[in-house]
């Protein structure tokens, strides 16, 4: 056994401590009163307490308990005039001593700890690290909100690793926001040295000239890509991180290729966002050389005096299209209108593992290379879990590229949701006032869960900030891209859009929200979206603040809270997935292969090589006996049923839908709205309509609490005169069927959406569309859903002409003939 004594001189009496074994709790703890003897200071009443019991001891029992201590330690905190009588009491008996600096914290509770360099900082002293646990473990129970079990994990790594209790402290209501005291981790630069000289490259000099303009060696990945084979026209899967140069060697590829006479260029991607933004640029940078552009994406027939200037045509050298833009060309049988095709760019192929749009890039990329057998394949992506998989499943060499270009910085702050307005601000000012070794300024893209979010926080946070979202124009966008370009915005607060890579030159990436829409981000999701911070030809580093709201979650069913969701994808790795469709999304892609080829064979051959095993024979017959195509031999071919169920995107049910309204002599509108209504509309002014009724109003109009709290008498006398007349408007206009369960029977939407249509028809594009049902019904939309509605409207009409041609309903052909004419304007 070892035993130490520690003594704590205090004005009116010494604590006295019997420390056994080194243990925290003293094996007994007691109070010395000294008086002044003619010899020195002596013990006069020594009273100690052990096993919770109270005793009076002599006093020279203190005198021999500190003869049998090993170690006689004095607190370095002690009052000097009494701690001096300690010392002449120790002298004149023989005794040495020592100092020690102990815990505070510890002694109040009548226990023993050093202070030493693992000690926690807080209130301008050191505790021991137990009572900091302890401190912290009352703070955290004190928290606005429950903290999770992860999040607490993380806050006591951050204090143990910080040392610093105030600063840990801080993250749960971080009134002086530091970002020093928020830091998770820093994900380091790296750098590969090998760039090869452009001069040094035998490339086309018309593209050598342009490259030159820009730099005079190709970037890491580029140079990895041209000595994997990217000139020798072979197929390629480059994984590395954004802005890294990736976007370029699709470009070398395709343009060397156009000049060498092997065919124009497919650039295909996911968004119509990210379309619009390539379209420019490859207009900008290649028109000069005698190259033209073309964009196609959607059915892309609505025209506006915007889009009116866009070229669509498909003998233009590069072709720029979505997805699915590109495969309603295939799907129509319109293949050969393509001519010859020389390279074919994938942007962000990680869609292909999409649960929802997965199954239709697979499908693209099998039709593609097989009308297009000769052409270069070109895939691109900064997210892949198992980059090798995937690049032996396209057939094509993969050029992985780990390095990152600029140190990203990942910042978890844990805080009210009433705090994140105030933190963002100060977060996009700091930033904004920085400038890099560029001389760019800081700018930030703010990612929350929806539209209307990107709205609320981008007019709340006390800086110049603009929406982007898909629900805005084509030339809002386009506006908001060319002046964040510039460095006239400060601040872009988007949803989803931004992550598939439009490009927008941000230093800083702040989290305001962990979902995307009800749903939590997944690891894929979120590494695109940090991947946004930081550009090496603008910043010096990135940096990404997460805000989570401890126990915050969108719905009853989610797994896990905000704080706990933060921890995992900060922690986390992608993980692989295997690609797996559903009945009907197969069907959907054989019916769109059958379209581009006529031998069954081949159609199997195409369908053996996507990522998805098919139940191709049992399909096969049930779209035989439902009269979708038909067999014989080797031979298949797509019925006109069928052909049009394929090139309009119709599952079985739906094209079924059509062709029985068609049969019944439903009217075209009828038909279209009954397949889809436009329920993206919202009260302009819930706001004002939830103060005065002093309820949460919900925003969507036809969402049934909506309904009900606006449609009441009562609460519709407490509204603004101007309010009441709009809303009567909108009740006279949609609300007149008499049905038994109206408002919630469908009547609305259908009648809404057929006024949408007769609107556009009338002559008004999606923007005089949202004025007007601003100034009479007091409600809005977003003029890009309404474009997308209307270009959906537009399929669906050709749909209902094509079908009801095939039945000999010539009336009801006629009129979605002329109605589709009427919307395309």
């Known amino acids: 056994m070892t035993l130490w004594t520690f003594l704590k001189a205090e004005k009116a009496k010494v604590i006295v401590m019997a420390i056994k074994d080194r ?31 109270e005793e009076l001891r002599q006093p020279e029992e203190f005198i021999e308990l500190l003869r049998i201590s090993e170690r006689i330690l004095i607190d370095v905190e002690s009052e000097k005039r009494s701690e001096a009588a ?29 202070i030493n360099k693992k000690s926690i900082k807080y209130h301008h ?30 806050i006591l790594h951050i204090m143990l690793t910080t040392r610093d209790l105030d600063r840990t402290i801080g993250m749960l209501s971080p009134e002086e926001l530091d970002l020093e005291y928020t830091r998770f981790d820093t994900i380091e630069q790296q750098t590969h040295a090998n760039k090869i000289k452009i001069k040094d490259i035998p490339l086309s000099k018309k593209l050598k000239d342009i490259l030159l303009q820009k730099s ?59 379309a619009n933004q390539k379209y420019d640029q490859f207009n900008k940078r290649y028109s000069g050389i005698g190259l033209n552009t073309s964009i196609r994406v959607g059915s892309s027939k609505i025209r506006t005096s915007k889009t009116n200037k866009m070229k669509r045509g498909l003998d233009a050298d590069i072709i720029v299209g979505t997805y699915e833009g590109l495969d309603v060309i295939l799907r129509t049988g319109d293949a050969d209108l393509l001519g010859q095709i020389g390279t074919v760019v994938i942007d962000e192929v990680h869609m292909i593992e999409d649960a929802e749009r997965g199954h239709r890039l697979d499908g693209v990329i099998g039709r593609l290379k097989y009308v297009a057998s000769g052409a270069q394949f070109i895939y691109l992506s900064a997210t892949v879990a198992k980059p090798k998989l995937l690049a032996k499943r396209l057939n ?4 992985e590229y780990e390095y990152r270009p600029v140190p990203i910085e ?8 009433s705090s994140k307005i105030r933190l963002m601000t100060k977060l996009t000012k700091d930033e904004y006032a920085k400038v890099s070794s560029k001389g760019h300024r800081g700018q930030t893209i703010i990612f929350t869960n929806s539209r209307r979010n990107c709205h609320s926080i981008a007019q709340a946070i006390s800086m110049p900030a603009s929406p982007y979202h898909a629900g805005l124009s084509m030339e809002e966008r386009k506006k908001v891209e060319r002046r964040f370009e510039k460095g006239d915005i400060p601040v872009v607060v988007t949803t989803a859009a931004l992550a598939a890579g439009v490009d927008f030159p941000a230093s800083q990436v702040i989290f305001e929200s962990l979902a995307m829409g009800i749903e939590w981000l997944n690891m894929q999701e979120f590494l695109q979206m940090l991947g946004r911070a930081g550009r090496p030809d603008f910043h010096d580093r990135g940096i990404v603040v997460l805000l989570a709201t401890p126990q915050k979650h969108y719905t009853s069913e989610q797994t896990g809270t905000e704080e706990e969701v933060a921890i995992r994808l900060l922690n986390g790795e992608m993980e692989h997935t295997d690609v797996k469709y559903g ?62 169920a394929a090139g309009h995107f119709l599952s079985i049910s739906k094209a079924f839908l059509i062709r029985d309204a068609v049969l019944s002599d439903h009217r075209a509108i009828e038909i279209v709205t009954n397949l889809e209504f436009f329920e993206a509309v919202y009260f302009k002014y819930a706001a004002q309509i939830s103060t005065a009724l002093k309820i949460n109003m919900p925003s969507r109009v036809f969402q049934g609490a909506s309904m009900d709290i606006v449609m009441e008498g009562e609460n519709l006398s407490k509204l603004e005169t101007k309010m009441q007349d709009q809303i009567l408007d909108f009740a006279s206009d949609f609300l007149t069927c008499g049905c038994k369960d109206s408002p919630f029977c469908g009547c ?29 019904y007091g409600i809005t939309a977003y003029p890009g859903d309404l474009l997308g509605y209307l270009d959906d409207t537009i399929r669906n009409l050709d749909a209902v002409e094509r079908i009801a041609a095939v039945y000999s309903k010539k009336e009801i052909a006629h009129s979605a003939k002329d109605l589709k004419k009427l919307i395309e304007g």
């Open 748 to 776: 609305p939407e259908h009648l809404f959406s057929e006024k949408i249509i007769n609107m556009r028809m009338d002559g008004y594009d999606p923007i005089q569309i949202v004025r007007q049902l601003e100034d009479k």
């Open 216 to 274: 005079e060696t190709f970037l890491p990945v580029q140079s990895l890509s041209i000595e994997k084979g990217l000139l020798e026209r072979r197929n390629q899967l480059v994984t590395s991180v954004t802005a890294t140069g990736k976007t370029l060697i699709g470009e070398i590829a395709g343009i060397e290729n156009i000049l060498h006479g092997h065919g124009k260029m497919l650039y295909l991607v996911p968004l119509v966002a990210l």
């Open 410 to 417: 990942r910042h978890l702050l844990f805080c009210p949701e």
């Open 23 to 53: 243990k925290r709790v003293p094996l007994l703890t007691g109070e010395l009163i000294l008086h002044t003897s003619p010899a020195g200071p002596r013990p006069h009443k020594f009273r100690v307490v052990k096993d919770d019991k």
């Open 125 to 154: 002293e050191l505790i021991c690290e137990d009572c900091a646990k302890e401190e912290l473990d009352m703070a955290l129970r004190n928290a606005h909100s429950y903290i999770g079990d992860e999040a607490a994990d993380r």
């Open 583 to 644: 009945e009907e999304e197969q069907i959907e892609e054989i019916l769109a292969t059958a379209a581009v080829t006529t031998s069954k064979r081949d159609l199997k051959t195409i369908h053996r090589n996507m990522l998805a095993d098919f139940e191709f024979n049992s399909l096969l017959a049930k779209l035989k006996k439902k009269k979708f195509i038909t067999i014989k031999d080797d031979s298949i071919a797509l019925t006109k049923f069928g052909s049009i």
């Open 396 to 399: 094509a060499e993969l050029v």
């Open 86 to 114: 300690v010392r002449e009491l120790l002298d004149d008996f023989h005794l040495e001593s020592e100092d020690v600096h102990v815990c505070r914290f510890c002694l109040l509770k009548k226990q023993f700890n050093f």
